[in-house]
């Protein structure tokens, strides 16, 4: 149960970098394309994150109680995701809207029919 409990963060990371790739390579639709690049993303986020976390951790604080570097968390992974939700919340709000003016240019969202299509 300990090599469960200890990764079962990295697990989830892995099944949804797993489900976001089963979703952009075997979907035809342009929606679900785009939610399968989001899915993929947050599984990066929640290993970025999983890597930054220690057990009974504490925060990233030096004070005179003396507490030691290997027991606090780092707080590099947590910015960096931070920063990586704000970015890909932007990026898929411009893939939405990307996806609504292809629907109203080729009037469909399959993407084999519009590769197909002629510009």
Same mark, same amino acid.
């Given at each position: 149960?300990?090599?469960?409990?200890?990764?079962?963060?990295?697990?989830?990371? $892995?099944?949804?970098?797993?489900?976001?790739?089963?979703?952009?390579?075997?979907?035809?639709?342009?929606?679900?394309?785009?939610?399968?690049?989001?899915?993929?993303?947050?599984?990066?986020?929640?290993?970025?994150?999983?890597?930054?976390?220690?057990?009974?951790?504490? &925060?990233?604080? $030096?004070?005179?109680?003396?507490?030691?570097?290997?027991?606090?968390?780092?707080?590099?992974?947590?910015?960096?995701?931070?920063? &990586?939700?704000?970015?890909?919340?932007?990026?898929?709000?411009?893939?939405?809207?990307?996806?609504?003016?292809?629907?109203?240019?080729?009037?469909?969202?399959?993407?084999?029919?519009?590769?197909?299509?002629?510009?």
């Amino acid at each position: 149960m300990t090599f469960l409990q200890n990764y079962i963060y990295y697990i989830a990371s $892995f099944g949804l970098v797993l489900t976001g790739l089963y979703i952009i390579m075997v979907k035809k639709n342009l929606i679900k394309v785009i939610l399968g690049i989001s899915i993929l993303e947050t599984g990066v986020n929640v290993f970025l994150i999983s890597l930054g976390y220690q057990e009974n951790g504490t &925060a990233p604080i $030096f004070s005179r109680i003396g507490l030691s570097a290997n027991r606090m968390t780092d707080p590099v992974p947590q910015a960096l995701v931070l920063t &990586a939700i704000v970015i890909g919340l932007a990026v898929l709000a411009l893939a939405l809207t990307l996806a609504i003016r292809a629907y109203r240019y080729f009037g469909t969202l399959n993407l084999m029919k519009i590769k197909d299509q002629k510009w």
